[in-house]
């Protein structure tokens, strides 16, 4: 059996309508790639249809059935049985494009034969909002060059709402594996760890300006919906805590000062985010978790707490008090979903 180049990694949870799109749309890459599928405890036919891919595509196919865990434990299971190069995470609504899929597995291939494989292939992902047939894709070509494999220094600036998210990053595993990444369970909102802690590990990446994943979006129960993430504020608290305290930001600066750059960039804009889950539907037990939080990231680095409080975009909350800062935050949200319409 000839080794294999994709880990592809299914969290999936009563899944049976649509995770058979996402299976398929797979399922061309052949025996360069694996899939494995992971039963999160589901209640419905889920893990009957795993185990139909498996015995049908044994070669390609793999049934991982456990207990529920949450996405985030979904993810561990990728990380800890991938047996391909790399890994890649679709989620089980989701699905990848077929051409863009044959075209990274010719790079790989390319890459591998003159022995510089990179440590991390970035490519676009597109929002598929279904319900009216709408597209926004996310393209990285302001951000990084072209074809070439490139360290952190020829990254350039990301803006306001704009970061890396797991659906357009492709890790090698013994890079992931080395990075000690382990998702908390039963947790929502873990891909922004994923996309975030393991990256002072990654010293080289490949950028594609291909829009390989396809990310569905717009059902009524989906995480990223803004009466759904309201109920979520404790989870969002919890991976932003662990984001700000997988490492010390401060010490990235002396060796790496763009990816320091960007780091202290992609958690201003995540502690956005959770300044907007307290602020969806703000109550008194929220603003007190919120100040939790604070007191918990100053605990362990000073300077992040000083920086994300005072002098990063999201303080205006801390200056304008609770009532101007409640408006700007929903303001700002509102203004990005109209563009993404997470929730409908």
């Known amino acids: 059996m000839s080794e294999k180049l994709i880990s592809f990694c299914i969290p999936s949870y009563n899944s049976e309508n649509y995770m058979r799109k996402c299976i398929e749309s797979i399922l061309p890459g052949g025996e360069d790639v694996e899939i494995i599928i992971v039963n999160d405890g589901s209640k419905d036919k889920t893990g009957e249809i795993a185990d139909e891919y498996a015995a049908k595509y044994p070669t390609i196919c793999r049934a991982v059935h456990q207990e529920n865990g949450g996405h985030g434990e979904g993810v561990n299971q990728g990380i800890r049985l991938g047996k391909g190069l790399y890994l890649k995470i679709v989620d089980s609504d989701d699905w990848v494009n077929e051409e863009a899929l044959l075209t990274l597995i010719a790079k790989i291939k390319e890459h591998k034969a003159a022995g510089t494989l990179p440590e991390l292939y970035i490519t676009n992902f597109v929002y598929e909002h279904v319900e009216d047939n709408t597209t926004y894709v996310r393209s990285y070509k302001k951000n990084f060059k072209e074809n070439v494999i490139a ?194």
């Open 151 to 344: 360290t952190w220094k020829e990254m350039k600036p990301f803006h306001y709402s704009s970061t890396l998210l797991m659906h357009s990053l492709m890790y090698r595993l013994d890079v992931l594996r080395s990075s000690g990444l382990v998702l908390p369970k039963h947790t929502f909102y873990v891909d922004n760890l994923y996309a975030h802690n393991p990256l002072p590990y990654v010293k080289n990446y490949y950028y594609m300006d291909l829009n390989f994943y396809r990310y569905f979006i717009g059902r009524s129960d989906q995480s990223v919906n803004w009466d759904v993430f309201a109920k979520r504020t404790d989870q969002q608290n919890r991976v932003m805590l662990g984001m700000a305290t997988a490492f010390h930001l401060y010490d990235i600066k002396k060796t790496d000062k763009h990816l320091f750059k960007y780091l202290k960039h992609n958690l201003a804009a995540l502690m956005s985010v959770t300044y907007a889950f307290t602020y969806a539907k703000i109550t008194k037990e929220k603003k007190q978790a919120l100040k939790q939080l604070l007191k918990d990231i100053k605990a362990f680095d000073p300077k992040v707490y000083r920086f994300l409080k005072y002098r990063s975009y999201v303080c205006v909350c801390t200056y304008l008090g609770d009532w101007i800062g409640r408006k700007l935050v929903i303001y700002g949200y509102k203004r990005l979903n109209k563009k993404l319409k997470f929730s409908t």
